[in-house]
């Protein structure tokens, strides 16, 4: 990891208005995004963990601008993506590419592999036809697909070789920067464990930037070099997988931490019932500290108002009045 | 492995359960058994096609007959082998004796009726009690599970109750009968956050505390394994590959698969600062058209000649570990090593 920041995000917001059926009133506003910035570093994963509704997928579509943003900034190697218009964008992509969660959904059943693989080479009209196909030949076996099945559909693939396309697609541009959203959360644990040496073994030998969302926190612990923790629209805390792994304060990242399961039977632990209640809706998420309702240190000004993200040591940074010692 | 009777509340013998598809014959499981004694936790583990749920719904009867077929093959309940039962006396028994609860509760609770009135339904039916009565022992069941502000969540419909909330009411509707016995739980928490993943496994272990109740709890997740299971059947294309208690599995496993299954996990202490995981390569094999011999070989390191023949007899390596592997001295030598 180097000190070049890839993408900068600044205090960036995705709000999505929801509609009641049957009326074309706004009736509520889902805060998905809510204020979040973060430094990208060049070779570096960054790994984004929190649970369903915190934001960490949108945060990753909002940075590539497959969504638009409702307030902020995402620069990309110091250029405002939201300043680009759509030709400047096109041009992005080549730098900028996503993995998809479900393998299944996220590729055309009507193409061939070697169509899907080779589509965005078409787009940006690179190469002659016969070279795209050497292109797409070389991207399958790259990721250890045999070139020969380049003619078959994906639905005569499993779940893990699709994924490898989704992979492949990924990198038929040479990007810079992928956004693996949950990219090996639908994938049978020995299959997982194939994709997540993939993914590293590539970024070894392609020098990528990752930003690596999952719900799985040992997943991320393993594969990230940082790690940034979302909680309903915003970060809680962020560190160095060391930092964040060993001396993590936050009291959600603390619930995270002690949710995952053991990895032998020996140690089985009480006390699991330390954080009590659902995740709350992001449409109507609680007063002050999103997370105070379920937090066992909370005190009066956590119900009051939000915790900004402070510094505790080089490097780590919480969203905590009580961490900060802030109470008063 | 020798079973004392008056210990097994369920014991499943040489199962072979298989599917017709209009590509063919699909067996699903084979030559399996396994037996359940009373109030412990039974995990049967493995990934997507192995046949865990088969096995699992081949108990209470809920796998589609056609396609569907029992081969050949027991099961027995309290000494009564369940297929051989008619319709009406599985139904009897899957109210009172055997209940189940299920992955996505969304779907398997009925969106149009309340919760409480659907939990109450089960007293109505299995033990002809009154509305009024069934929805007091509902209540109270709400309180066993720990749903908040039971008084009004037992008046809510599906949709209004969270994940989490909506799997505890499953829970509930599976303690509604008069001697729990055996609770199939497949894969309870799959789809829940991880939060409130470890507050259902939680619950579950607690109430084992309070009712007497046998679990076979079907997942593919080893975490999960290694939180909620006495004993565990590791499954691998329909065949019983590895069987022991839970800490033998992880701490002295002999099929190369539960290691492989072992070594996936990126939470295994060993790969603290490792690169890469040591993965199982290759994929899952079609069961469709699968040939005599162990089903792993084709994926698996310590393949030798006798295991594209046939398929392992029993190695007993002490009363509760049996494992099903030509090689699996071998696994043991290198695996100590």
Redesign the interface.
Known sequence: MSNNKLVEVKDLKKYFHIKSEGTSETTSVLKAVDGVSLDVFEGEILGVVGESGCGKSTLGKTILRLYDKTEGEVLYRGDDLFHKDSTQMKEMTKKMQMIFQDPYSSLNPRKKVSKIIGQSLDIHNIGTSVERLERVELLMEEVGLNPKYRARYPHQFSGGQRQRIGIARALALQPEFIVCDEAVSALDVSVQAQILNLLLDLQEKHQFTYMFIAHDLAVVEFIATRILVMYLGRIVEIATKAELVDHHVHPYTKALFIASPVTSPRERKEGKHLFQGDVPSPINPPSGCHFHPRCPYAVDKCSVAYPPLKEITPGHFAACWVVQNDIS | MEIKDKDVLLSMENLNFSFTTQRGVVKAVRELSLYIKKGETLTLVG??GCGKSVTAHAINQLNPMPPGKVESGKIFFNGVDLLTLKKSEIEALRGTQISMIFQEPMTALNPVFTVGSQIADVFMTHQNMGKKEAMEKALELFRLVKI?APERRIHAYPHQL????RQRAMIAMALASPEPGLMIADEPTTAL???????I??LLQDLKQHVDMSILLIT????????M?DRVVVMYAGRKVEEAD??SI??NPYHPYTL??L???????K?KG????????G??PDLLGIKEGCPFANRCEYQSDECAVSFPQEKVIDETHSVWCHNYDKVNRERSM
């Not at chain 2, 593919?220 to 939180?227: I, L, P, R, T």
């Not at chain 2, 070594?263 to 202490?269: D, T």
């Not at chain 2, 490792?274 to 390569?281: F, N, S, Y």
Request: hydrophobic share 40%; no cysteine; charged share 15%.
């Open positions: 990934e997507s908040p969270s994940g989490g909330m956050d991880v939060t409130i993943q470890a507050q496994l939680d593919h997740d080893m975490g999960v394994v290694a939180e299971a839970a800490i992880f701490h492989g299954l070594n996936s996990l990126p939470s295994n202490p790969y490792a690169k890469r995981l040591e993965a199982i390569q994929t899952v």
